[in-house]
């Protein structure tokens, strides 16, 4: 898949997440910062169901199998990985504590929705 499709994949994902309820969404653009991903999402939900709901609704929306899907609802994080997105959907406690944001806060924010 090529960077155009995946800039159409993580505009479609932060579309599906948005409508679960997702908070703080935010999409890095890590192209010249490393090579096995193209983007990276990250997002914050209120529960371990919420989590399973934007699981369900990235597989309805993005039609794609992804590559690997990392985590349990319960565990607070759940990393999706299309390839050239990667998709991180986390409850706000573990969010804060992994603040994967200082890894990736050179890289440049696009918006996607």
């Keep these: 898949m090529g960077v155009l499709d995946n800039?159409?994949?993580v505009k479609k994902a932060a579309e599906a997440i948005g409508e679960k309820r997702g908070e703080n969404t935010v999409v890095y653009d890590v192209r010249e910062l490393t090579s096995f991903t193209d983007f990276i999402l990250m997002t914050t939900v209120k529960s371990s169901v919420q989590i399973e709901a934007v699981?369900?609704?990235?597989?309805?929306?993005?039609?794609?199998?992804?590559?690997?899907?990392?985590g349990e609802k319960t565990s607070g994080w759940v990393l999706v990985d299309y390839g050239g997105v990667i998709?991180?959907?986390?409850?706000p406690d573990c969010?804060?504590?992994?603040?994967?944001?200082r890894i990736w806060g050179e890289a440049?924010?696009?918006?996607c929705t």
Excluded at 95 to 101: I, W
Excluded at 108 to 111: A, H, L
Aim: proline share 3%; glycine share 0%.
């Design 95 to 101: 969010r804060n504590f992994y603040n994967l944001e």
């Design 7 to 9: 800039k159409k994949l």
């Design 87 to 91: 998709i991180n959907v986390f409850l």
């Design 55 to 70: 699981i369900k609704d990235l597989k309805k929306n993005i039609k794609r199998r992804p590559d690997h899907v990392e």
């Design 108 to 111: 440049k924010k696009i918006k």
